[in-house]
């Protein structure tokens, strides 16, 4: 990205750009030269606030957590370089060290997270180093939450699987701090309980006659969803509040005024501030005011079939790839699991009861995953700018890259030599994915598949070539696009 700034010059985006508050020293010019790309579009919001705090009423949509991790960093560990650079050189230093940091660990808990859902570890391994590669790379890389957001999300999911319901939940609750589409997540800790209550009741006949113990089960079950669901919707409530309390009081008088040029940009650009005179804003007087879905609504037009205009085809175009092979993916499931879908995956297979769980993308524990994943998509397409759709499911969702390594491993020769399908699965079945021996799973981390295929792609079909075009393609682009304020995802 420091090469691109280079070449090609930053385009004159009307997008959020407060002023500089103190001129920068010699050393902050080579930090912004370094890294400078790393803060283009909604970065400003997150380095803003990291280092003004929720100065404006449209920064609310950035949610706290990331930008107090970027300031914690800044002042504790870059504290010894205060004398050599501006606050907002070590917030810019920071969130670069933060993103590679949650970015590495977001891979490992991808890979630990597919190696008990899908029971396979070399299809969790090539899924692991596709998220390496995402095609929303730049974004794990700039000063944006989604990294820290995938991190938190991916552990959360493989905590549940391992039956860690409270450290899960911890997770998850984190997650909803660091963006709104996080609530989202509740969903898992309602489909455990529930699906663990119903193969209950599967069981055994003799416990469903017994009435009394029976409401005493569901009223337990119900009980521990109600406060995981109440623990992930905690962040999002308590900010909301925060912002009813900044924006829709009178002030209490203790906070220092705005600087100058900041309050001078609000009159500019009609930036509402924190605790004006000048009335309060129209959601503070709704039955729930709720902050974030007027911003949405009021700045950036966003809600239902809003986006669907003709000017916008080149939007959808961007959504395309991310679009199809999500649908694919939930598709594919479908056709291979039709009765496990359409009994929501609550139905006792005999399979299970047997001890014979089927490995890779179609096996059964992929069922709440594709629903999560297709829920996100439908909301994305037609409520969001479909442009944000490829880093809105590639920070928040497995799925994509679980499909697209088990595509690769379907239709890619040069990666049947690590074993047959049912091979694979045999020794996934036998072999626990925390062992030391990866089996016919694969020949372990020693070798990398993703970068077999990169070396030899004159060698794969036209379907490896279409899905390591796109996430090439678009991790390429995005740091030339993104990195200079051009338009990108």
Known sequence: QALFNLLIPDHAADAFSPPRLLEPDPWDLLVEWLLGGLSRWDAEHFLFIAEQGYVYEHNCAFFPLYPLA?????????????????????????????????????????????????????????????????????????????????????????????????????????????????????????????????????????????LPLLWKQLLSVASAAVLMC??????????????????????????????????????????????????????????????????????????????????????????????????????????????????????????????????????????VYVVHATVLLVFGFFCMHVQVLTRFLCSSSPLLYWFSAHLLQEHEPLLWNEGTDDQTTAACAEKPPGGKNPGSCGKGPSENPLLRLLLNCGLITPLGKGILGFFVTYWLLGLILHCNFLPWT
């Open 70 to 210: 970027v300031r914690a960093l800044a002042e504790g560990a870059l504290w010894p370089f205060q004398r050599l650079l501006r606050l907002r050189s070590r917030l810019l230093i920071s969130a670069a060290l933060l993103n590679s940091l949650f970015s590495v660990l977001a891979a490992s808990a991808l890979y630990k997270l597919g190696c008990i859902v899908l029971r396979c570890r070399r299809g969790a391994f090539l899924a692991a180093l596709l998220f390496s590669l995402s095609p929303a790379n730049v974004f794990m890389a700039a000063a944006y939450s989604e990294s820290m957001f995938a991190f938190l999300v991916f552990c959360a999911m493989w905590q549940l699987e391992k039956g860690q319901s409270w450290l899960s939940g911890l997770l998850f609750s984190l997650a909803s701090g660091v963006r709104a589409n996080g609530l989202i997540n509740a969903g898992f800790f309602l489909y455990s309980r529930g699906k663990r209550f119903a193969l209950q009741l599967q069981g055994g006949s003799g416990s469903v006659r017994k």
């Open 230 to 367: 109440a623990g992930v919707f905690l962040p999002f409530a308590l900010f909301q509040c925060y912002a009813y309390v900044r924006f829709c009081g009178a002030g209490t008088g203790l906070e220092p005024p705005a600087p100058k040029p900041l309050l001078q940009l609000a009159l500019d650009k009609g930036y509402r501030l924190a605790a004006t005179e000048g009335g309060n804003p129209p959601w503070c007087s709704h039955r729930f005011p709720v902050v974030y879905s007027y911003i949405q609504d009021t700045y950036w037009n966003v809600g239902f079939l809003r986006y669907f205009e003709l000017k916008q085809i080149p939007n959808f175009l961007l959504a395309l790839p991310v679009t199809l092979l999500g649908s694919w993916a939930a598709w594919t499931y479908i056709v291979a699991n039709p009765r496990h879908c359409l009994t929501l995956g609550l139905e006792r297979r005999k399979s299970e009861e047997e001890g014979k769980l089927r490995a890779g993308f179609c096996c059964p524990a992929v069922f």
